[in-house]
């Protein structure tokens, strides 16, 4: 087992657990920070904030997804104790998957033929499986 | 509260928990401070509004390395918090022009807030994630017959094309095998939660490492729950070959700030 910094500190056996001084992994704290914890609108014009705050955030989140995608471990998507703005990421990232994938399949087809095609050749080209975003 | 002062909210307690302000420094490096209304007490931090202003501030978060900063000093001062009692984390970057505004907040939440603490009294958030090697694993599925190729009438380039289906289905064998294995984990260990919570996977430019990751989950346990939730993640380490479990915590329960089934964007307002 991987144990990540420090954690069972002072936490393990009970008492409160949280220990303040968590060397801990950056992208397990971006990870919280901003994309859960309680969203409260404050009184302060937020509308410009949580724009770019939406960008950094997807930033990270699609990039997560896509490699997700990239080793086809998707099986969160059914799972129903996945809710919430992750769940709606999820379904435009299915779409924009299935796009990928019809487009990889013709790029199958098409080395296949050329394969077919030029039988002597040992290493039919094959295109890269494109990213059509 | 001087008009150049922006408020900073990092979290909310219960107001009859120790009210004094954790001793720890702000995403500013301000002392930070906190504001009892009632039942609730929230923890905030006053920042330079120049500094925290809006427009600044969506520069300031475009940058990775202030980000960087800012987020492990909201960490730092929402476990600060939760090392005394209940919290619900607030997220980054909400902020309040004064003083009033997070206590009207308190006033007119105070039911929410008071059962999003009670669902976490007592409890912390473990996150647990699953890695993967996908070439050891795909090696030790890969049947021996998956390199024997059928010679004869076929041609070089047919063969070609054989060992790459062979090698496809290796892979596939592999991410079905990774996915099992994750729900698995998760089903074993959601038995010893009070809550869990699945996210999506991290991105390897974060995680630093190029094994798959197959889980990243989050379990809201209770104290008295945490020796056999830790052993029970131990041994689901030792479970398979190729397989690595890493567990992180305790976390403040970031991940349980919101009750199950609340969509986020419900909360504006």
């Known amino acids: 087992m991987t144990l990540a910094p420090d954690p069972f500190g002072s936490g393990l056996g009970g008492g409160q657990a949280q220990s303040a001084d968590r060397a801990t992994n950056l992208g397990d704290i971006l990870e919280r920070v901003l994309d859960k914890g309680l969203v409260i609108a404050g009184d302060i014009r937020v509308n410009l904030l949580d724009i770019e705050l939406l960008t950094i955030k997807l930033r990270l989140v699609i990039a997560s997804l896509e490699t997700a995608k990239e080793v086809g471990i998707d099986w969160w998507e059914h799972d129903p104790w996945l809710r919430g703005d992750a769940e709606r990421r999820e379904l435009a990232q299915k779409e924009r998957g299935r796009r990928e994938l019809t487009a990889a399949e013709q790029t199958q087809e098409q080395g296949q033929r050329a394969h077919e095609e030029a039988e002597e050749e040992p290493e039919p080209r094959r295109a890269r499986r494109g990213k059509n975003s | ?269």
């Open chain 2, 1 to 269: 509260m001087t008009g150049s002062q922006t408020v900073w909210l990092y979290a909310v307690t219960r107001g009859d928990a120790d009210s004094s302000p954790p001793a720890v420094r702000g995403v500013a490096g301000e002392d930070v401070r906190v504001l009892t209304e009632g039942p609730l007490t929230a923890v905030v931090g006053s920042v330079d509004a120049r500094r925290f202003g809006p427009d600044v501030l969506a520069g300031h978060l475009e940058n990775l390395d202030w980000l960087a900063t800012a987020a492990r000093a909201h960490d730092a001062v929402v476990a600060a918090a939760a090392a005394r009692g209940p919290v619900v984390p607030v997220r980054l970057a909400t902020l309040f022009s004064s003083d009033d505004g997070v206590r009207e907040l308190l006033r007119g939440r105070r039911g929410d807030f008071q059962s999003a603490l009670a669902a976490v009294t007592g409890r912390a958030e473990w996150g647990v994630k699953a890695y993967v090697d996908p070439d050891s694993l795909a090696d030790s599925l890969s049947a021996p017959d998956a390199a024997t190729v059928p010679t004869g009438q076929s041609g070089a380039g047919s063969a070609y094309l054989m060992r790459r289906r062979a090698k496809l289905a290796a892979r596939q064998s592999a991410q079905s095998a990774a996915g099992e294995w994750a729900q698995q984990i998760h089903a074993r260990l959601r038995p010893l939660c009070a809550a869990s919570r699945l996210h999506p996977a991290q991105d390897p430019r974060l995680t630093g490492r190029r094994d798959w990751m197959i889980l990243n989950a989050a379990y809201l346990v209770d104290q008295d729950r945490t020796e056999p939730f830790h052993a029970l993640v131990r041994q689901l380490t030792e479970w398979q070959a190729g397989l690595d479990v890493e567990l992180t915590g305790p976390w403040p329960p970031y991940s349980f700030a919101v009750p199950e089934g609340a969509q986020p964007g419900e909360r504006h307002g």
